[in-house]
């Protein structure tokens, strides 16, 4: 690969760890836990992943799959939220083809505000949060944007992926809508079983 960054020690003391290998920011597991031999499958970015006001790590690339394919097939996409909250919160980007489908003739930027979208998504974070207890992995609120997210914004990287960081920090007052109490935009599915 490199030995480092051409001039630049400071640099290549951030990029390698202790034993000299190279951090890329991808987290891990074994693809069978049995038999270390069948490799190594990616499992989401280290960066990615933030612990929650109770000190409880929450590991986005995986939450992030399951929370869209939960929400399928209205739910495109997703943003995981909740850096220093008391929990996890979903920023969500709708489907427009199921959109029209459960709303035939509503403008895909209206879905957000129908009741069978609100329902729709209430339903489907329930049986999900019944189904996985842990707070790091309940979904306790969910907020549907609007607008798509933007490649002229950095939303989306050069390979078509959904760049986290810059979704959270663009939309910065849609996270604090999420959190905010009382907001009737805000879908709270049940995070307790019952």
């Not at 790091?136 to 907020?143: E, G, M």
Request: glycine letters at 10%; aromatic letters at 8%.
């Amino acid at each position: 690969m490199t030995p480092g960054y051409w001039r630049r020690p400071d640099l290549t003391a951030a990029a390698f760890d202790e034993e000299g290998f190279f951090r890329m920011g991808d987290a891990g597991k074994l693809v069978d836990p049995d038999d270390a031999a069948q490799g190594l499958a990616f499992d989401g970015r280290i960066a990615e992943d933030f612990k929650l006001a109770s000190g409880t790590w929450v590991h986005v690339g995986a939450l992030r799959t399951a929370a869209v394919a939960a929400g399928a097939p209205l739910v495109e996409d997703a943003i995981v939220a909740g850096l220093d909250r008391e929990d996890v919160g979903l920023l969500v980007f709708l489907n427009p083809v199921a959109g029209r489908d459960l709303c035939p003739g509503v403008p895909p930027a209206e879905l957000g505000d129908r009741a069978e979208v609100r329902a729709f998504l209430a339903a489907a974070y329930r049986r999900y949060n019944a189904e996985n207890g842990g707070s790091s992995q309940r979904i306790a609120r969910v907020l549907v944007l609007a607008e798509p997210p933007s490649i002229d914004a950095d939303e989306i990287t050069d390979k078509g992926y959904i760049n986290q960081r810059a979704v959270l920090e663009r939309r910065a007052a849609r996270v604090e809508q999420l959190y905010a109490d009382g907001d009737p935009a805000v879908i709270r599915p049940p995070t307790a079983p019952g």
